[in-house]
């Protein structure tokens, strides 16, 4: 069973600029598409963006685009989401999540039952 374990989370300021990491157990980190998912207090779970297995691809949730990157680092089994001009709508609990199958082909927005494993996420608020 892989673990997966965030980081960086914290309280920051509108505007301010946070990255979150994922560290990823076992050897098979580089076989899966990686996502990151948030839930605010009382909403459900909101997809924010995937990677594929190399990289090269990346999808985003349509308002988030050009304020969140995802990247991966498969030899250290890491991915990360940098966050720039953070707003108080971003407060939310961050979660790394590694994709329900080895090999899939990224094909766009991922909903939360496409993940097979979860962290235990991060918390993440922005102050106005």
């Known amino acids: 069973q892989v673990q997966l374990v965030e980081s960086g989370g914290g309280l920051v300021q509108a505007g301010d600029s946070l990255r979150l990491s994922c560290v990823a157990s076992?050897?098979?980190?580089?076989?899966?598409?990686m996502g990151w998912i948030r839930q605010a207090p009382g909403k459900e779970r909101e997809f924010v963006a995937a990677i594929s297995q190399s990289g090269l691809n990346t999808y985003y949730a349509e308002p988030l685009k050009g304020r969140f990157t995802i990247s991966r680092d498969n030899a250290k089994n890491m991915v990360y989401l940098q966050m720039n001009s953070l707003k108080p709508e971003d407060t939310a609990v961050y979660y790394c999540?590694?994709?329900?199958?080895?090999?899939?082909?990224?094909?766009?927005?991922?909903?939360?039952?496409?993940?097979?494993?979860w962290g235990q996420g991060t918390q993440v608020t922005v102050s106005s």
């Open positions: 999540a590694r994709d329900l199958l080895p090999g899939r082909i990224l094909r766009g927005a991922m909903r939360g039952t496409d993940f097979g494993s």
């Open positions: 076992g050897r098979t980190f580089g076989s899966y598409i």
